[in-house]
């Protein structure tokens, strides 16, 4: 079956201790991202990547890292997790760059920083 | 930098009325996609826009896209309790040649039977 998988799905921890959420996709897609999502923000754009070993920040990358060494993984970082932070996280994979394909998104992973 | 508005933000509709969200971008798009998420789940692709002025319908949803391709609109017709959800609409900035995709906030549809 086609998707993205995102884990963990929740996540409670406490401020300035590092996590990683995984993201991966199986249908071979070139373009990937991290959005969270919070009330009444929308969805905003965290990093993306449009191949391997290319990155770009979104519009909110400050406290997060990401990296792009498969094609199918494209893990969100926070090195220092602060309480700003706590979130729904989406990440989300289209078959390339273009602007013209859809994107898949992922379940979502809550963050709760404490 | 490119924004992406959508109003309203919340919507509570009686089963059988209209709805319409409407998206306004502060620069030309490349093209519009619409997204809706359930409750609990996660946006899922609706439908993309590209040309100027398109229209383009899916059974009683009806998307449209501006003639400047700066807004969009999105309109249920007799809304049913499955329509129940938050609909997104999302852009990339025409002007630039980036990967970076901006959503609007949000629209929450709330359907009472």
């Known amino acids: 079956e086609a998707q993205v998988t995102q884990n963990p799905r929740y996540l409670i921890t406490v401020t300035g201790k590092k996590l990683t959420v995984t993201c991966s996709q199986n249908?071979?897609?070139?373009?990937m991202s991290w959005y969270r999502q919070d009330p009444g923000l929308g969805l905003r754009q965290i990093y993306y990547s449009m191949n391997v070993e290319v990155t770009d920040k979104g519009d909110v990358p400050e406290g997060y890292k990401v990296s792009r060494k498969e094609k199918r993984n494209f893990p969100l970082i926070l090195e220092s997790p602060s309480p700003n932070q706590t979130s729904l996280y989406f990440c989300?994979?289209?078959?390339?760059?273009?602007?013209?394909?859809?994107?898949?998104f992922g379940p979502g992973t809550r963050l709760t920083v404490l | 930098g490119q924004q992406v508005m959508q109003i309203p933000q919340y919507q509570h509709v009686q089963e059988g009325e209209d709805f319409t969200t409407y998206c306004n971008s502060s620069t030309t798009l490349s093209n519009i996609q619409w997204y809706k998420q359930r409750p609990g789940g996660h946006p899922v692709f609706l439908i993309q826009?590209?040309?100027?002025?398109e229209v383009k319908k899916q059974k009683r949803l009806t998307f449209q896209f501006g003639e400047a391709k700066k807004n969009s609109s999105l309109h249920i017709t007799a809304t049913q309790t499955t329509d129940v959800g938050t609909y997104f609409c999302g852009g990339f900035d025409g002007s630039s040649n980036t990967g970076k995709l901006i959503f609007g906030q949000g629209t929450t549809l709330q359907v009472k039977p």
């Open positions: 249908m071979n897609h070139e373009y």
């Open positions: 826009l590209v040309k100027s002025g």
């Open positions: 989300a994979s289209s078959l390339s760059g273009s602007p013209y394909n859809e994107q898949f």
